[in-house]
């Protein structure tokens, strides 16, 4: 319960800062209306001045009003020679009804009588005049600028303008907006001084929760509200120019090429993780390795070897064997790439999956006489179960989301990612790039959501008193011999694509022209080297600030119980599972806006890394938190450290792995990232992926190849620096019995 003296002490300051919060608001909003009606009264009398002598140019002198005087209504008042008054001849139909309505009256009668005295005048009331639909215009007060005649001493006519005040509406907003995030901060911050035991955690939670709710929830809002939008009304033309034939049968071809690529890349996966964890062939390291090759290369270098091999023009397909009607664009040539990219998604995965399985059930099924191929059967691989459809789930979930690949290798075949990339740099159509990429999200939620009914369904645990640190051999000499052909082939083809972008980088002209150069090599680091530069820079400067979330994200969800808990865990992994043209777009609608106006610089490019790729390093700092008992912490608090003490000098070594393949992680994917970035680079902070693109779109294969190794060859220093700062301990490794 709170005290009686700090809940009237925490009253009492909150009602003091509102109080100050609230005069700050008004008196800005107060100086900002005096200036802007200053400055309307100013280019009113400026406008007025211009006003023609003769009748027949009055209406194409109102029609410029709309350019001098944005939003406003305006009526021309001119002389009447039977009244000697002032009478409408021209301009707003709607003004014009209210200079003869008997609530106006007076105020008119005002301003006409002022104007006859050449004097500028504003109405003592406002005015909402009607909208087209019906609706009511922003109100405002009318001024009169009178026009004088050629001698000067009478008025001619007089304007009459209504200004909506759009302007200062919208500032308006703005302060509102900022008066309240000032107070919503102040009463957060307070209150954590005041009522926590553990302020550390208390901003770290309201920090993570600023950066998810800023950063995740309100780009994703922006975008769905965009979607329901048209010309500024609600409206639901968006969806239903997507949700058209055309556009339905891209999200076909984005599904079918998701579980083709997930089928063969599972099953791929499944054959390396056996034969490295579960078979006693020699040269695992090596087959991990390579294996593993795939997913920190850049997205663009695969693709551009299957097109230096096998295109129209390729080594193989031309060259050596002269076929005329081949084409590896399209489905074919889709899955066969993203099945070697993703393929590593599937082998990590399985790999930890098969290599805890404990080995005594499968003896057990071995001594009542089961054959291997049956213990396999039924022991090994229902026990894998629910790793092999996460695997599926994933590579789903990432070729869904494949940007790079099929705006290379698509060709005719249409999938809802380039669709969306086009629709919004080739039309121009934010709303319709925001659709299409909502529209992914429904085949990977229902892909999600079917596989925990699966598993749910069935317990695959097997419970023992330590773990085996022995491995039985299930795959017999035969068998083991045609495991290792397939993994041979499948390195020795990965290998051949790699050396196909090396051998790119010393071609004059590949598929025409294929003698020795070294011209591309000055060329490509000449042109390429301010995005190398830039994207070094940007992916160094996410790395820590993303490794140190991650871990701070992990303490407070693994450490922590509060209210919300649930919620800041599932925005913080949101990102993960929505598509990266979604995220760019998203950016671009959020951020291209006051107060945060973000776009084209440096910090947006910094927030998407570490947004993007945060969910993964908290589920690695979140795994190695719960294998660590909490009462070395608890140790520490007893002999007095206070909490950010606890996790500099006990959490953090304690994790050090996770923390270091975090900002490891978050290098590489930074280093090779394409789907948002490509909506969020501009002329002064470029992309290395994008500079490849662009290459390979102008048939610069030569140059594309140096860019490619230069960031492979960038990537394989980050991740080997990772392996030299965590090594193996070998506690998990296992004697192989035949």
Same mark, same amino acid.
């Given at each position: 319960?709170?005290?009686?003296?700090?809940?009237?002490?925490?009253?009492?300051?909150?009602?003091?800062?509102?109080?100050?919060?609230?005069?700050?608001?008004?008196?800005?909003?107060?100086?900002?209306? @005096?200036?802007?009606?200053?400055?309307?009264?100013?280019?009113?009398?400026?406008?007025?001045?211009?006003?023609?002598?003769?009748?027949?140019?009055?209406?194409?002198?109102?029609?410029?009003?709309?350019?001098?005087?944005?939003?406003?209504?305006?009526?021309?008042? =001119?002389?009447?020679?039977?009244?000697?008054?002032?009478?409408?001849?021209?301009?707003?139909?709607?003004?014009?009804?209210?200079?003869?309505?008997? *609530?106006?009256?007076?105020?008119?009668?005002?301003?006409?009588?002022?104007?006859?005295?050449?004097?500028?005048?504003?109405?003592?009331?406002?005015?909402?005049?009607?909208?087209?639909?019906?609706?009511?215009?922003?109100?405002?007060?009318?001024?009169?600028?009178?026009?004088?005649?050629?001698?000067?001493?009478?008025?001619?006519?007089?304007?009459?303008?209504?200004?909506?005040?759009?302007?200062?509406?919208?500032?308006?907003?703005?302060?509102?907006?900022?008066?309240?995030?000032?107070?919503?901060?102040?009463?957060?911050? /307070?209150?954590?001084?005041?009522?926590? %035991?553990?302020?550390?955690?208390?901003?770290?939670?309201?920090?993570?929760?600023?950066?998810?709710?800023?950063?995740?929830?309100?780009?994703?809002?922006?975008?769905?509200?965009?979607?329901?939008?048209?010309?500024?009304?609600?409206?639901? *033309?968006?969806?239903?120019?997507?949700?058209?034939?055309?556009?339905? @049968?891209?999200?076909?071809?984005?599904?079918?090429?998701?579980?083709?690529?997930?089928?063969?890349?599972?099953?791929?996966?499944?054959?390396?993780?056996?034969?490295?964890?579960?078979?006693?062939?020699?040269?695992?390291?090596?087959?991990?390795?390579?294996?593993?090759?795939?997913?920190?290369?850049?997205?663009?270098?695969?693709?551009?070897?299957?097109?230096?091999?096998?295109?129209?023009?390729?080594?193989?397909?031309?060259?050596?064997?002269?076929?005329?009607?081949?084409?590896?664009?399209?489905?074919?040539?889709?899955?066969?790439?993203?099945?070697?990219?993703?393929?590593?998604?599937?082998?990590?995965?399985?790999?930890?999956?098969?290599?805890?399985?404990?080995?005594?059930?499968?003896? *057990?099924?071995?001594?009542?006489?089961?054959?291997?191929?049956?213990?396999?059967?039924?022991?090994?691989?229902?026990? =894998?179960?629910?790793?092999?459809?996460? *695997?599926?789930?994933?590579?789903?979930?990432?070729?869904?989301?494949?940007?790079?690949?099929?705006?290379?290798?698509?060709?005719?075949?249409?999938?809802?990612?380039?669709?969306?990339?086009?629709?919004?740099?080739?039309?121009?159509?934010?709303?319709? @790039?925001?659709?299409?990429?909502?529209?992914?999200?429904?085949?990977?939620?229902?892909?999600?959501?079917?596989?925990?009914?699966?598993?749910?369904?069935?317990?695959?645990?097997?419970?023992?008193?330590?773990?085996?640190?022995?491995?039985?051999?299930?795959?017999?000499?035969?068998?083991?011999?045609?495991?290792?052909?397939?993994?041979?082939?499948?390195?020795?083809?990965?290998?051949?694509? /790699?050396?196909?972008?090396?051998?790119?980088?010393?071609?004059?002209?590949?598929?025409?022209?294929?003698?020795?150069?070294?011209?591309?090599?000055?060329?490509?680091?000449?042109?390429?080297?301010?995005?190398?530069?830039?994207?070094?820079?940007?992916?160094?400067?996410?790395?820590?600030?993303?490794?140190?979330?991650?871990?701070?994200?992990?303490?407070?969800?693994?450490?922590?119980?509060?209210?919300?808990?649930?919620?800041?865990?599932?925005?913080?992994?949101?990102?993960?599972?929505?598509?990266?043209?979604?995220?760019?777009?998203?950016?671009?609608?959020?951020?291209?806006?006051?107060?945060?106006?973000?776009?084209?610089?440096?910090?947006?490019?910094?927030?998407? /890394?570490?947004?993007?790729?945060?969910?993964? @390093?908290?589920?690695?700092?979140?795994?190695?938190?719960?294998?660590?008992?909490?009462?070395?912490?608890?140790?520490? %608090?007893?002999?007095?450290?206070?909490?950010?003490?606890?996790?500099?000098?006990?959490?953090?070594?304690?994790?050090?792995?996770?923390?270091?393949?975090?900002?490891?992680?978050?290098?590489?994917?930074?280093?090779?990232?394409?789907?948002?970035?490509?909506?969020?680079?501009?002329?002064?902070?470029?992309?290395?992926?994008?500079?490849?693109?662009?290459?390979?779109?102008?048939?610069?294969?030569?140059?594309?190849?140096?860019?490619?190794?230069?960031?492979?060859?960038?990537?394989?220093?980050?991740?080997?620096?990772?392996?030299?700062?965590?090594?193996?301990?070998?506690?998990?490794?296992?004697?192989?019995?035949?």
């Amino acid at each position: 319960m709170i005290e009686k003296r700090r809940l009237i002490r925490l009253v009492a300051v909150v009602t003091v800062f509102l109080a100050a919060d609230l005069w700050v608001c008004t008196t800005l909003r107060g100086s900002f209306r @005096g200036l802007m009606a200053e400055s309307e009264t100013k280019a009113i009398g400026l406008f007025s001045k211009t006003a023609p002598s003769g009748p027949a140019q009055v209406a194409d002198w109102l029609s410029s009003a709309k350019e001098a005087l944005p939003g406003a209504r305006v009526l021309w008042l =001119a002389a009447d020679p039977a009244s000697g008054g002032l009478v409408p001849a021209g301009g707003d139909a709607s003004l014009a009804a209210l200079a003869t309505d008997s *609530a106006a009256k007076a105020d008119f009668d005002k301003g006409i009588d002022s104007a006859h005295y050449l004097e500028p005048s504003t109405s003592a009331k406002s005015y909402a005049l009607p909208a087209a639909g019906g609706f009511l215009a922003a109100r405002g007060r009318l001024q009169f600028a009178p026009v004088p005649d050629e001698s000067g001493a009478d008025a001619r006519g007089a304007l009459v303008v209504l200004s909506a005040g759009a302007v200062a509406a919208r500032f308006d907003g703005l302060i509102i907006a900022m008066g309240l995030i000032a107070a919503a901060i102040f009463m957060a911050i /307070y209150l954590v001084i005041s009522l926590s %035991r553990d302020p550390f955690m208390g901003f770290a939670i309201l920090g993570l929760f600023a950066i998810v709710l800023v950063f995740v929830a309100y780009p994703l809002f922006e975008s769905v509200r965009l979607t329901f939008m048209k010309d500024g009304a609600l409206s639901l *033309a968006v969806w239903k120019e997507i949700l058209t034939p055309g556009y339905l @049968g891209a999200l076909w071809g984005s599904i079918r090429l998701g579980m083709v690529t997930a089928t063969f890349s599972t099953f791929l996966g499944f054959v390396f993780a056996f034969v490295t964890e579960r078979t006693s062939l020699k040269g695992r390291k090596f087959m991990t390795t390579m294996a593993t090759l795939p997913v920190i290369s850049p997205p663009f270098s695969l693709t551009l070897s299957i097109i230096l091999l096998f295109g129209n023009n390729g080594l193989i397909t031309k060259q050596l064997f002269g076929l005329k009607h081949f084409s590896i664009y399209g489905l074919g040539g889709l899955s066969v790439v993203q099945t070697i990219c993703m393929f590593p998604i599937a082998f990590l995965t399985l790999s930890s999956v098969l290599k805890g399985i404990d080995s005594t059930v499968e003896d *057990a099924s071995l001594d009542l006489r089961a054959s291997r191929m049956r213990t396999f059967r039924s022991i090994t691989l229902p026990l =894998a179960l629910p790793g092999v459809l996460s *695997a599926w789930l994933l590579v789903f979930t990432n070729s869904l989301a494949d940007f790079a690949n099929p705006l290379l290798l698509a060709g005719s075949y249409r999938v809802l990612s380039t669709e969306a990339y086009m629709a919004v740099t080739g039309q121009n159509n934010l709303g319709g @790039g925001a659709a299409l990429s909502l529209l992914l999200l429904l085949p990977t939620l229902t892909a999600f959501f079917a596989q925990r009914y699966w598993i749910g369904r069935k317990s695959y645990v097997t419970v023992t008193g330590k773990p085996s640190t022995r491995l039985t051999e299930l795959a017999s000499p035969a068998v083991r011999f045609a495991l290792a052909a397939f993994v041979g082939l499948c390195i020795a083809f990965i290998i051949s694509l /790699y050396g196909t972008i090396v051998a790119g980088c010393f071609v004059k002209n590949w598929g025409i022209d294929y003698s020795f150069t070294l011209s591309n090599i000055p060329e490509a680091l000449s042109r390429g080297w301010k995005s190398i530069l830039d994207t070094v820079t940007l992916a160094a400067a996410a790395t820590p600030i993303a490794g140190i979330l991650a871990m701070i994200a992990a303490l407070v969800v693994v450490r922590k119980a509060f209210p919300g808990k649930r919620i800041l865990e599932a925005l913080i992994m949101t990102p993960f599972a929505v598509p990266g043209t979604l995220i760019g777009i998203s950016y671009i609608l959020a951020f291209n806006k006051p107060p945060l106006l973000l776009v084209g610089t440096a910090a947006i490019i910094v927030i998407n /890394y570490v947004v993007r790729e945060l969910p993964v @390093g908290l589920e690695g700092g979140a795994a190695s938190l719960r294998q660590i008992d909490p009462s070395i912490e608890e140790a520490a %608090r007893d002999l007095g450290a206070d909490t950010p003490t606890v996790f500099r000098t006990v959490v953090l070594p304690l994790i050090r792995p996770a923390f270091i393949s975090s900002m490891s992680y978050t290098f590489v994917r930074s280093m090779t990232a394409v789907s948002a970035i490509i909506f969020l680079i501009s002329a002064r902070w470029y992309h290395l992926t994008v500079q490849i693109y662009n290459f390979s779109e102008l048939l610069r294969f030569g140059l594309a190849s140096v860019l490619s190794t230069v960031l492979i060859i960038i990537v394989l220093l980050a991740f080997g620096l990772m392996r030299l700062l965590v090594r193996d301990d070998g506690l998990t490794e296992k004697s192989v019995s035949q």
